[in-house]
Nanobody, 122 residues
């Protein structure tokens, strides 16, 4: 069992930055691929980024490539999402997920956090 808790969301102006954190409980954090997804009001949850168990492989949605960076610290059981050059369309609830392998599909992920709200004003 893994419990995930996101933090770091908030209100920021367009062009600004935020860093989200997702802290995991348990001793098996390094055995999970970690992903970030987001869901805007009235929309489906969508893939943002994923990172391999070791942190050596990352993938991003085209909409965030070059602006967002996913990273992890297995010693701290934490995955991060550094978000730069934020746009109003990045406004969403951001969720982290833990799964057995990397995927764009949320159904692959076994565990989810409660989400953290990111609001970008224009």
């Amino acid at each position: 069992q893994v419990q995930l808790v996101e933090s770091g969301g908030g209100l920021v102006q367009a062009g600004g930055s935020l860093r989200l954190s997702c802290a995991a409980s348990g001793r098996t954090f390094s055995s999970y691929t970690m992903g970030w997804f987001r869901q805007a009001p009235g929309k489906e949850r969508e893939f943002v980024a994923v990172i391999s168990r070791s942190g050596s492989i990352t993938y991003y949605a085209d909409s965030v490539k070059g602006r967002f960076t996913i990273s992890r610290d297995n010693a701290k059981n934490t995955v991060y999402l550094q978000m730069n050059s934020l746009k109003p369309e990045d406004t969403s609830v951001y969720y982290c997920g833990a799964g057995p392998r990397g995927s764009y599909y949320q159904s692959v992920y076994d565990y989810w956090g409660q989400g953290t709200q990111v609001t970008v004003s224009s």
